[in-house]
């Protein structure tokens, strides 16, 4: 996908997650002179993960502004720029980084609206999650830092139809939106996209695939191991209902209560750790909200609490698969 994305209405090739993603922003920026992107590289270079390209020669450097390698002075000029009616796009060149802008981040962007009155609509954006060998220090998974934080919301999409409409609706969100890109699906996943100016509403799951066997809860690049396992599954006999979050904060309560009560059996699945992770709260929402549809334990299949290992071998063992997913299943479809 070369220069400018394709025009609006016209018939679309297939769009990798990556590009869904730049042509998002791209056709915000075409559409908005407040909103800019800024970043380390995301200038001439175009992005670790050429995100950016092409946009430096279409929008000029005042829109698309190279940063010093400070996350912290990245996500400082876009809380001030976002404040004074411009929309700030700040790429984290990593996602691990944006522990560097934590106090930034939830100390005054999020609680901003709350102190002042004064909104704060700006995106971070960045690569997340492992499966590439990256290491510790390159394949965080972060949501659970920032899931204590009113204020905020977040967001991680699965397909790249999701990734264009949700990057567009986080663009015009008034509050600042963290939007996590799982580096795994940016050239793996390939859709084509609808024409014409789809937005995806924050805060609304995706129901991918209905059954009434057992439901797996999931989001990110786990949507897809958990596609997997509820194909196989479906060899034994099982029906699985995926629900795809999309929106991690704040989550769509009325779709995931209504994926537990159409089966009474749910796993939650993600990519980051397991102590304090998303998994938690779900249970403590099925827990509370949903007791009566149960018809066993709530299992969470994730990683266990270390760093990502950087070993390919290690790595694998780390990362749940359609194999620890439905060794899950069939543990809790025998309870």
């Not at 590009?19 to 800024?38: C, H, Q, T, Y």
């Not at 809380?79 to 060149?93: C, H, S, T």
Request: proline residues 7%; glycine residues 10%; aromatic residues 6%.
């Amino acid at each position: 996908m070369e220069g400018v994305p394709a025009t609006v209405g016209a018939p679309l090739p297939e769009t990798t997650y990556l590009d869904a993603i730049r042509k998002g922003i791209w056709e915000e920026m075409e559409a908005d002179e407040s909103v800019f992107v800024l970043g380390e590289d995301v200038g001439a270079y175009g992005g670790a993960f050429k995100v950016t390209r092409g946009m430096l020669d279409r929008f000029g450097p005042d829109r698309v502004l190279d940063t010093p390698i400070s996350e912290a002075a990245i996500v400082g000029a876009a809380i001030g720029a976002a404040m004074m009616g411009m929309r700030p796009v700040a790429e984290m060149q990593f996602i691990d980084f944006i522990a560097c802008a934590f106090n930034m981040i939830t100390n005054f962007a999020a609680s901003s609206r709350y102190r002042t009155g004064i909104g704060v609509p700006m995106v971070i954006r960045g690569p997340a999650g492992g499966g590439v060998h990256a290491g510790p220090f390159h394949s965080g998974n972060v949501e659970a830092f920032f899931l204590n934080t009113p204020g905020l919301k977040m967001v991680q999409p699965s397909t790249a139809r999701d990734a264009h409409g949700l990057i567009k609706a986080a663009i015009r969100d008034p509050d600042p939106v963290l939007f996590f890109e799982h580096k795994l699906l940016y050239r793996h996943i390939k859709e084509e996209l609808t024409p014409g100016d789809e937005i995806i509403p924050l805060g609304k799951a995706a129901l991918r695939r209905q059954g009434d066997d057992l439901t797996i809860i999931s989001y990110g690049a786990m949507v897809h191991t958990a596609l997997k396992a509820a194909s196989e599954l479906e060899n034994d006999g099982v029906s699985t209902t995926v629900l795809d979050l999309r929106t991690l904060l704040p989550l769509d309560n009325e779709a995931i209560l209504a994926a537990v009560a159409r089966t009474g059996k749910v796993i939650l699945l993600h990519e980051a750790t397991r102590t304090g992770g998303l998994g938690g709260e779900l249970a403590a929402i099925i827990a509370e909200e949903a007791f009566e549809y149960l018809d066993g334990p709530i299992l969470r299949v994730t990683p266990p609490d270390t760093p990502v290992p950087y070993s390919q071998p290690l790595e694998d063992a780390f990362l749940p698969n359609a194999g620890t997913v439905t060794a899950a299943a069939r543990k809790l479809l025998d309870y």
